[in-house]
């Protein structure tokens, strides 16, 4: 039923948590390999399918396909532990997981023990002034990495360089533990079990997904690149410093997937038919009070790694419209459009107000704490839609509001999402 494309992405154009799990799930029926390319286990990606219904952290969403195979790209933050823990939680729910449906980069770098303990003692530091980190490792391991301070899953499979290139970091490592922090040095009987309990267990996974992946390719398999978080939390192109610490943006899919020489044909950008956001920093359409609760309670918005209530507000044109441009989107999957059938009216955020100017173009990142947002309010529909199929069969109102939204951020919408199942979806 979904048109068969070429290479294609499917990233996030807001704050993260649009429904791109959904999406892949979806579309991974046309592809033959999903590449997850950046990110680590900070986030989930809800699925909702004939195996029931799975936050994935880490794993590639189309794992519940059978003959897709699934890579975790060099790009991603690899934490052994809690990728064994999810893995086990697959399995145990009828899910099938073998070195041929899902391979590790060699090349990723692995998350280490220490950087989640980096990670509270640096919130801890922060204390009010956080940044309202899930405290996943994420910041410090890619810090790390970009020191070239990190050890490739690869190495894994060679223990006596192993050994050695261990006990190098972890004496690195404990002067900033215990002279920054003040807290206990890691052992190397710690790293021992920490490789026994988990790193052994994915250890069978671990291959050059390079090769695997130029094979692919020249075999004329598709591949479809999974992106973590949005846009919005790019750390290049996002709310700076609110950012996540890698790029969701298309434009790193090559580079974190292990294809660095790949042209990507589509990019399907995810954006939610209202507006949610997890953790500090600027939220320029967030609603309060008990608006808020309201559609936070109708579209069930609390984190799904953390269970944290998330900020929610009208879907921002600005914040979408500059998503759409960093991620060269040429499809967009407008997800959650049930989740507005309560709403008399539907409150959009059409433009900011920056120091008394309004402005089209979303402000550089400090400038977003004083932005107000400019409300207009359309018509809504005020029916449950989450049984219709067709376009034709929507309500007026309802089309009305897609073809608003498509018209504003200038980028065709070609996926009406209108529940989580698999099949809750309205092609145009
Ligand atoms: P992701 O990280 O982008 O995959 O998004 P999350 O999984 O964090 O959040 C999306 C949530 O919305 C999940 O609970 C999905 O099951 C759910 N969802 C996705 N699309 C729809 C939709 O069209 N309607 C409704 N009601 N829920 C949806």
């Excluded at 006990?167 to 922090?181: G, S």
């Excluded at 973590?228 to 790193?252: C, E, K, V």
Aim: contains cysteine; proline residues 5%; aromatic residues 10%.
């Amino acid at each position: 039923m979904v048109k068969k494309m070429g290479n294609c992405a499917i990233v996030g154009i807001n704050w993260g948590d649009e429904g791109k799990g959904r999406m892949v799930d979806l579309l991974t029926q046309d592809y033959d390999v999903v590449v997850r390319y950046q990110g680590g286990g900070n986030a989930g990606h809800t699925v909702i399918n004939e195996f029931g219904k799975f936050a994935l952290h880490l794993l590639p969403s189309g794992i519940f396909r059978q003959g897709v195979v699934n890579i975790l790209g060099n790009g991603v933050a690899l934490d052994p532990e809690n990728l064994w823990k999810e893995m086990q939680e697959v399995q145990a729910q009828g899910v099938a997981l073998t070195p041929d449906n899902l391979k590790i980069s060699d090349r990723a770098s692995l998350l280490m023990p220490w950087h989640r303990d980096l990670d509270g003692l640096e919130e801890a530091r922060l204390a009010d002034k956080k940044f309202g980190s899930t405290k996943q490792g994420i910041a410090p391991f890619y810090a790390d990495k970009f020191s070239k301070k990190t050890v490739l899953a690869g190495e894994l499979l060679y223990p006596e360089h192993l050994k050695a290139h261990l006990q190098d970091l972890l004496e690195w490592k404990n002067l900033t533990l215990t002279r920054v922090y003040g807290a206990e040095p890691v052992t190397m009987a710690d790293l021992e079990k920490w490789l026994n309990d988990y790193c052994e267990k994915i250890k069978p996974y671990i291959c050059d997904t390079g090769v695997f992946l130029r094979d692919a390719q020249a075999q004329g398999k598709k591949i479809l690149f999974e992106a973590q978080l949005g846009a919005l939390r790019d750390l290049d192109y996002g709310i700076h410093p609110y950012t996540t610490s890698s790029n969701p943006i298309a434009a790193y899919a090559p580079v974190g997937s292990g294809m660095p020489n790949v042209k990507i044909d589509e990019v399907v950008g995810v954006v939610k038919a209202y507006s949610s956001c997890v953790g500090e920093g600027p939220f320029t359409c967030e609603l309060f009070g008990e608006e808020a609760d309201k559609l936070r309670e109708a579209g069930f918005e609390y984190g799904a790694k953390t269970g944290r209530p998330r900020r929610v507000g009208p879907i921002d044109i600005v914040a979408t419209r500059y998503g759409v441009r960093c991620q060269g989107a040429t499809n967009i999957a407008l997800t959650k459009m049930d989740v507005m059938g309560y709403m008399e009216r539907i409150p959009v955020c059409v433009q900011y107000e920056v120091n008394g100017e309004k402005t089209d173009e979303f402000p550089f990142p400090c400038l977003l704490n004083d932005a107000k947002p400019v409300i207009e309010y359309l018509e809504g529909w005020q029916c449950d839609i989450s049984g219709i199929r067709n376009w034709e069969d929507l309500p007026e109102a309802a089309k009305r509001y897609v073809e608003y939204i498509e018209e504003k951020i200038g980028c065709h919408i070609g996926y009406v999402s209108v529940g989580p199942e698999r099949d809750s979806i309205i092609l145009r």
